[in-house]
């Protein structure tokens, strides 16, 4: 487990719980360096003074509110720590809430919080409270010279900081043209949607995150273990031409649509797929034009009965042959 990266308090009641808190996340994503695609050497980039173009060492940076232009006001770790002190050292409940009362679209990094030195008891008491209550707990912490609204969680035999988007960073969506909320008023009929649901049952499994894993990174890598091999490590790929794509109609067939993927599970293989007969498959006549079997009928006939009298006078030469 990674160091914490911050240490305070809940504030419950008149409770104080102590805690500490850790990254509950890692990136895994691909680690890209920028190249100069004239001799594929690594970019840098240079702390430097915008006046006098020198470069500027860590020891003397310092971080400062700008309240007019070119004029600042500086402000160190210690000065952003006596504005507010107990708001960098607690994390404050506000409420309780039910959590499917928070769209998804608040909910931002999340955090875990483990209790600190004397802390298990009520970090326990606090814990068991939201399980039994079925409630998420809705707080206000700073971190990192920022205070976020966020939601305490029971997960397991933890408490997860899941920081949460104030309301007025949540974009509105009467900008977006969505389909209207009822039914009919979409164009869906019952059909569709008993067909949909069907779907979405068939495809219904208990979740299990370990089985999903970030197959395109496994591929890129694959890419680049390729190329290595190949002794292509300095080559760049000319991009291909993109593969036009078939027009299509604005009507959309759900029905079919529906069929096809519900029929898509349940597809016999071909070992198991019933063999079709010869004698069917023989039986097949070939397409002719109307006109011709009206004329032929009558043809058909007179040669059938040729047929059959050729057949019985030729059967005693066959045997003798025989």
Known sequence: ????????????????????????????????????????????????????GKDVAWDNIVKGYEYKQDEYVVLSDEDLRQANVEATQTID????????????????????????????????????????????????????????????????DGIVLNTLRFAEEIRSTEDLKLPPKTLKSAGITDKELQMALSLVEGMTEEWNPAQYHDTYKNDVLALVEKKVKAKQTKSI?????????????????????????????????????????????????????????????????KTARKTSSTRSTAAPARSRAA
């Open 237 to 301: 790929t000319v991009a291909a031409p993109e593969k036009e794509r078939p027009a299509s109609s604005n009507v959309v067939d759900l029905v079919a649509l529906l069929k096809q993927s519900l029929g898509g599970k349940e597809k016999p293989t071909a070992a198991s797929a019933p063999a079709r007969s010869p004698s069917r498959t023989a039986a097949k006549p070939a397409a002719k034009a109307p006109a011709a079997k009206t004329a032929a009928k009558p043809a058909a006939k």
């Open 93 to 156: 409940i506000l409420a309780f809430v039910d959590a499917a009362d928070v769209p998804l679209t608040y909910y931002e990094t999340p955090y875990y919080l483990a209790p600190g030195r004397g802390g298990d008891k009520v970090y326990a008491l606090l814990r068991e409270t939201l399980r039994k209550a079925g409630r998420i707990a809705i707080a206000t912490v700073v971190i990192r010279v920022r205070q976020h609204l966020c939601a305490l969680v029971c997960v397991d």
């Open 1 to 52: 487990m990674a160091r914490s990266m911050w240490k305070g308090a809940i504030s419950f009641g008149l409770v104080h719980i102590p805690v500490e808190m850790y990254p509950a996340t890692s990136n895994n994503g691909l680690d890209l360096n920028m190249l100069d695609r004239r001799d594929f050497s690594p970019i840098g980039f240079k702390r430097y003074n915008k006046n006098t």
